[in-house]
Each structure stands twice: as C-alpha cells, then as structure tokens.
C-alpha cells in the first residue's frame, strides 16, 4: 500500500511539472516579473491537497478553512487530470503543426470549462425510481417505499448546507424506510463532530426506520470512532448483523470488505431466513454472486461513484463487474448507486448525483 501512495503522489507531482513547465513556455514572451510571480505561485495548489491529506485528523484547523483547502487541493487533482489530457492532444498536435503555438491557453481554456460544467452538474439530484417485485410476503401489507442512498462523504468535503439541502431531499419523498449504502463519512471524524451533523442526520423520518453499513470510508476515519458517532443519531450501523421489521422485511447488512474478518457468505447461509423478503446491504459491488447465493430480492451498494468523472468511469468499469445502474438476475435485483455526494472535488462530468427510490410490492 505504501508504495502504490507513493506511485500515485509521484504521478501526480510528475504530471503537475508538466503542467508547469508548458506553462512557463506560454509565458515566455512576458515581463520577467509575472514569470517569476508564476513560479512562487503555481506549487501552492498541487501541494495543498497534500497537505490537507495529511492534517485531515488536526483539532486545529478551523472547519471554514479546512473545507475550503481540502476542495481546492481536490479540485486541483481533476484540474491536473484534464490539463494534461489537453496538453498531450495539443502537444501532438504541434507534432504536425510546427506553427500551432495556443496549446496551454486552448488546455486551459477547455478545462475551466470543464469543471465549470462538472460543478453546477454536481448540484442537481436526480432522482431514480425502481418498482421491485417480490414473491415472499411482507407482513401486513403489500407495499414499500424505501429512500437509498450512498456515499455522502460527511466532513470537509461534503458540508453542512449539503447535507440540509439532501436530507430535505429524502423526507419530501416521505418514505417508509431509508437505507445508506456506506461512507456516510469522508476521511475524518473531527470535523463532522465539530459540525455537530449528528443534530442535522436527526432529522431524517422514516416510520420504519434509518439503517446504514461502513463503507471503506468509516475504516479509514476510525472505525470505533465513526460507530460511536452514529450511536447520537436514529440511524442504525448494521456490521454483519440481521434485522427483520415487523413487516417481515429482512434487512442483511454486511460489514465492508476493510474488514478482513467479516463474515463469508458460507458464513449467513445458516442464519438467513429464506421465507423472508429479504434486502442485502454491501458498500462495495465485488461479489455480486454473494447476494444470489443468499437468495436476496436486492443488494444495494456504492462505492464506485461511477467513477465521479470521465474517464476515470471507465476504470471503474473495468474493476467491477457492475459499477453502476440497475441489473437482474434470477431472483435477486443489483443496484449500484453513483452516489449521493462525491469523495474530494466537487464534480460530476458524465456522471450524476442520485437518491434511489425503490417501490417494493408483493405478490
């Protein structure tokens, strides 16, 4: 692990000397001045997130400035993604084209407006609606409404007013029941608590209740100290555990695969009911096959974000079997959501960020 961190730092401070250096090329026709202002400036914004990576646990830096530093240094990151794809294409232009000499002002260009686009996207919710069919009964009546949702990364990324504006988003759907599919938690548990968005997360309403699974995310911000702050609120940790409501519903929620000991699915077998309705909880889609051997009617999971923006979509595409959307097989409906929220920038550039609802009737 530590030498893949070092891998992707390296690439990253590679690519941004890249960046810089076709940047002084552009400037090199202007005072000796802005060429000089230009080199203190630009290291500034590669090193920021960094830096914030590194203080994400520190008790001394105020929310305010916290969140603003982690979304710079973050944006930076998609920023350096999209230079340099632009800078190569124009780079290999001037390969053919030896008086083509706009390259870094066209990159530039083409990439604010990139992430101008990927930001107002990232502030519409769309809303995706599912009716799902089971043959098991449900106790006393023949219909559900349930609110799904992953990933909403809690803490100097994913603010205050955000997660107001998202938990108005779920209760004016009135459901019966919502479910949170992981990483309520970003990379910190300090600045959620100074947050105090245990009082915000109170007012999700659901007559059945509030349930949610880690995701990788509450591992890496402490695991004992994000189930501790989950305890100040109405929403439920399952960590391989088995609730069944009232109603029947079986609720099976498994641990995320951070945990190296959680539970096999050999493991449930003996301890599912299989005369029940059953719905499978998993942050992270790797095992697929786990859910039908279960004989689940549904998995829900995030995780993957669907890869948040182009083209890293195509990398989660090709490490999960299913990175996002909605699939069937047999008995047991898949559903990977891209997301609530988003780990670090605040973009979405050929993806969207989504509540699911899921109407669940019986025969």
């Given at each position: 692990?530590?030498?893949?961190?070092?891998?992707?730092?390296?690439?990253?401070?590679?690519?941004?000397?890249?960046?810089?250096?076709?940047?002084l090329?552009?400037?090199?026709?202007?005072?000796?001045?802005?060429?000089?202002c230009?080199?203190?400036?630009?290291?500034?914004f590669?090193?920021?997130?960094?830096?914030?990576?590194?203080?994400?646990?520190?008790?001394?830096?105020?929310?305010?400035?916290g969140?603003?530093?982690?979304?710079?240094?973050?944006?930076?990151?998609?920023?350096?993604l999209?230079?340099v794809?632009?800078?190569?294409a124009?780079?290999?232009?001037?390969?053919?084209?030896?008086?083509f000499?706009?390259?870094f002002v066209?990159s530039?260009?083409?990439?604010?407006?990139?992430?101008?686009?990927?930001?107002?996207?990232?502030?519409?919710?769309?809303?995706?609606?599912?009716?799902?069919l089971?043959?098991?009964?449900?106790?006393?009546?023949?219909?559900?409404?349930?609110?799904?949702?992953?990933?909403?990364?809690?803490?100097?990324?994913?603010?205050?007013?955000?997660?107001?504006?998202?938990?108005?988003?779920?209760?004016?759907?009135?459901?019966?029941?919502?479910?949170?599919?992981?990483?309520?938690?970003?990379?910190?548990i300090?600045?959620?608590?100074?947050?105090?968005?245990?009082?915000?997360?109170n007012?999700?309403e659901?007559?059945?209740?509030?349930?949610?699974?880690?995701?990788?995310?509450?591992?890496?911000s402490?695991?004992a100290?994000?189930?501790?702050?989950?305890?100040?609120?109405?929403?439920?940790?399952?960590?391989?555990s088995?609730?069944?409501?009232?109603?029947?519903?079986?609720i099976?929620?498994?641990?995320?695969?951070?945990?190296?000991d959680?539970?096999?699915?050999?493991?449930?077998?003996s301890?599912?009911?299989?005369?029940?309705?059953?719905?499978?909880?998993?942050?992270?889609?790797?095992?697929?096959?786990?859910?039908?051997f279960?004989?689940a009617?549904?998995?829900?999971?995030?995780?993957t974000?669907?890869?948040?923006?182009?083209?890293?979509?195509?990398?989660?595409?090709?490490l999960?079997?299913?990175?996002?959307?909605f699939?069937?097989r047999?008995?047991t409906?898949?559903?990977?959501?891209?997301?609530?929220?988003?780990?670090?920038?605040?973009f979405r550039?050929?993806?969207?960020?989504?509540?699911?609802?899921?109407?669940?009737?019986?025969?």
């Open positions: 692990m530590p030498i893949f961190f070092f891998l992707i730092i390296g690439g990253y401070l590679l690519a941004n000397f890249y960046i810089f250096v076709r940047g090329q552009a400037l090199e026709h202007l005072s000796s001045c802005l060429r000089v230009y080199c203190s400036v630009y290291w500034i590669p090193l920021l997130l960094i830096v914030m990576m590194l203080l994400r646990n520190s008790r001394h830096i105020p929310f305010t400035l969140h603003f530093l982690f979304e710079a240094g973050a944006s930076w990151l998609i920023f350096t999209y230079m794809v632009f800078l190569a124009t780079d290999l232009i001037k390969v053919f084209n030896h008086s000499s706009y390259g066209i530039l260009c083409l990439t604010v407006s990139i992430l101008a686009y990927g930001y107002i996207n990232y502030q519409q919710t769309r809303k995706q609606v599912f009716n799902i089971v043959n098991r009964p449900l106790e006393g009546i023949n219909h559900l409404k349930i609110v799904a949702v992953s990933d909403l990364h809690l803490g100097n990324g994913t603010g205050m007013s955000r997660l107001h504006k998202n938990i108005d988003l779920i209760n004016a759907e009135k459901p019966d029941l919502i479910l949170i599919g992981g990483d309520l938690i970003d990379n910190a300090f600045p959620v608590v100074e947050q105090r968005m245990d009082k915000e997360l007012r999700l659901a007559p059945m209740g509030v349930f949610m699974v880690p995701g990788n995310h509450e591992y890496i402490g695991i100290e994000s189930a501790e702050f989950v305890k100040r609120t109405k929403i439920q940790l399952l960590r391989d088995i609730l069944v409501l009232p109603c029947g519903l079986q099976i929620g498994r641990d995320d695969r951070s945990n190296r959680r539970l096999a699915k050999e493991d449930w077998r301890i599912v009911d299989k005369s029940k309705p059953t719905i499978l909880l998993d942050h992270q889609p790797s095992n697929l096959d786990d859910a039908r279960l004989e009617d549904l998995q829900f999971s995030g995780h974000h669907h890869g948040q923006v182009i083209p890293l979509n195509w990398l989660t595409h090709y999960f079997e299913l990175n996002y959307g699939i069937k047999d008995n409906n898949y559903y990977v959501s891209s997301g609530l929220a988003l780990w670090g920038p605040p550039i050929g993806t969207v960020s989504e509540m699911v609802v899921f109407e669940i009737t019986t025969n």
